[in-house]
């Protein structure tokens, strides 16, 4: 039987990324995830060293590829993107990746949108044990409960 079985936990994995991880680009309107297969309920944040979170609107997810509009045009600096999405087996999937923008106002300049909110203390890109990791963790245990209890449901209905 073991020499049958086929692994069932090959998760999505982010494939391409426009702005690309690591890159330094002109002010972008949007960030485009690119995934191995296709994903459900996205959730992108992308934020400046100053916590500020610089999204318009929801991500839109299509098959493999997710698409997050920009508040704005960014400022000079680095930007950090933290993303999470459904994979097709159900299993949330998170990651996070930095790039810089060069070419843009100056981080004074850049007038506040309605989609941008300061979070208190932050003066630091985000890091990997940052309050947003929390956050992350915090997501995907209730969109886990969300989706344990979803198949429990429809094996209880088709009793």
Not at 59 to 74: F, I, R, S
Not at 141 to 158: N, Y
Request: aromatic share 6%.
């Amino acid at each position: 039987m073991l020499c049958t079985a086929t692994p069932a936990d090959a998760h999505t994995t982010l494939k391409e990324a426009t702005p690309r991880p690591g890159s330094t680009v002109t002010p972008p309107s949007r960030v485009v995830l690119t995934y191995n297969d296709a994903v459900i309920l996205p959730q992108v944040v992308v934020t400046d060293t100053a916590g500020r979170r610089h999204e318009a609107g929801r991500p839109q997810a299509v098959d493999n590829k997710v698409t997050q509009q920009l508040g704005g045009p960014l400022a000079s600096g680095v930007y950090q993107v933290g993303w999470r999405v459904v994979a097709a087996d159900g299993h949330p999937v998170t990651g996070e990746y930095r790039f810089t923008v060069q070419g843009g106002p100056t981080a004074g300049a850049a007038a506040p949108t309605a989609t941008t909110s300061a979070r208190p203390g932050a003066a630091e890109p985000v890091s990997g044990s940052s309050a947003t990791t929390w956050w992350w963790v915090a997501l995907g245990a209730v969109l886990a409960a969300l989706v344990a209890g979803a198949i429990a449901l429809v094996r209880r209905r088709s009793d």
